[in-house]
Structure formats: structure tokens, C-alpha cells
């Protein structure tokens, strides 16, 4: 009984969670603390705490989470597959759809008008992230004496090294860790 009333709850978080996975805890927590009252509200949190310092996406971790605390291994299969069944479906309509009507010309009209959006988007995470790493938290005023100048080195100096070199990201990121690591041990701050 538990396992379905557990399926059901996840269901429905993973088909109304729109906007990322930090959305879907409000809809867990309604679901299993608030509606079926499987969980304490104290438990509820240090789970999500757990989540959210777990790699991988947080709604995925808190379904983990949850399920292996209130029924086991079947939880966790349950609970996870309740979570990405219903954006699995979606996908999956949407991947048929798009299939069978790709060669109609509206359908690639569409898209290519689309393309420049998401273009912008991901531009604009880049910008925004990039002045959050240099001038600090969201909504400092970008001046010269807010800049974080280690920061804008490293950044200069990691961006060069790729363009010149191409080493793996994964390398750029371990050491520019370390570089900043290393200066902000040795200036302070």
C-alpha cells in the first residue's frame, strides 16, 4: 500500500515540478509530510539536505532519499521511476511528434526561430554567472573596486589555456581550484 500511495505522490511531483528540481521539493514535502504524513518535517529536511549535497539532480535525489527511508530498495525503484515517468512520457510524445512531422516546413520554421532564444539563454546563464563569480553576490554594482581580481585572472588565464592548449575541461577546472585554493590561502579573504 505504501508503495503505491508512494508511486502516485511521485507522479504527480515529477509531472507539476515545471521549473527545475529545487520546485519539486515544495511538492514532496506536500505530498509526504503534509498530505500522507509519512515523514516529520525534521526528517523531511535533513533528507533534502542529504539530496542536495549528493551529486546529480535534486528532485531525482530526494525521491531516493525518501523512498529508501520509508520503504527500502522498492522505494527508491518507486519512487524514482514515479519521478522521471511522467517527463520520460512527455519526451518520448514529444520525440514521436517531431519525428513525424519534421519535414513540414512550420515545424522547422519553429525550431529555427527557436534556436537564437535558446542561444540567448544560455548566453545570458553564462553572463550571469560570470558576473556573479567576479563582482560577488547578485545585485553588487559592477565597478572596479567590486571586482574580484584573483577571480578575473584565473578566468583570463584558464580561458587562454584552453584556446591555446584545448586541455580537458575537467583538468582546467581541478586546477584553477587549486589555484584559487592556493591565492586565497596565501592573501587572505
Same mark, same amino acid.
Given at each position: 500500500m505504501i508503495l503505491l500511495r508512494l508511486f502516485f505522490s511521485f507522479i504527480q511531483v515529477g509531472l507539476f515540478s515545471v521549473g527545475g528540481g529545487y520546485a519539486a521539493i515544495p511538492l514532496i514535502q506536500e505530498q509526504?509530510?503534509?498530505i500522507h504524513g509519512l515523514m516529520?518535517?525534521?526528517e523531511f529536511t535533513d533528507l533534502i539536505t542529504v539530496a542536495e549535497m549528493t551529486p546529480g539532480p535534486i528532485s531525482i535525489n530526494s525521491a531516493t532519499f525518501v523512498g529508501m527511508r520509508l520503504a527500502g530498495i522498492w522505494?527508491?525503484?518507486?519512487?524514482?521511476?514515479?519521478?522521471?515517468l511522467p517527463s520520460f512520457c512527455i519526451c518520448l510524445i514529444l520525440a514521436y511528434v517531431y519525428y513525424k512531422y519534421r519535414t513540414v516546413g512550420g515545424v522547422q520554421t519553429v525550431l529555427s526561430a527557436l534556436r537564437p532564444a535558446v542561444v540567448a539563454l544560455i548566453g545570458s546563464a553564462g553572463v550571469s554567472i560570470l558576473m556573479l563569480g567576479l563582482?560577488?553576490?547578485e545585485g553588487a554594482a559592477y565597478t572596479l573596486d567590486n571586482l574580484k581580481w584573483v577571480e578575473l585572472v584565473i578566468f583570463v588565464v584558464c580561458l587562454f589555456i584552453l584556446r591555446k592548449y584545448k586541455p580537458?575541461?575537467?583538468?582546467i +577546472?581541478? &586546477?584553477s581550484g587549486v589555484v584559487g585554493t592556493l591565492a586565497y590561502s +596565501?592573501? &587572505?579573504g
Open positions: 509526504i509530510v503534509n516529520t518535517l525534521e522505494g527508491v525503484l518507486i519512487c524514482s521511476i514515479g519521478c522521471i563582482f560577488g553576490h580537458s575541461a575537467v583538468a +577546472i581541478l &586546477g +596565501i592573501i &587572505g
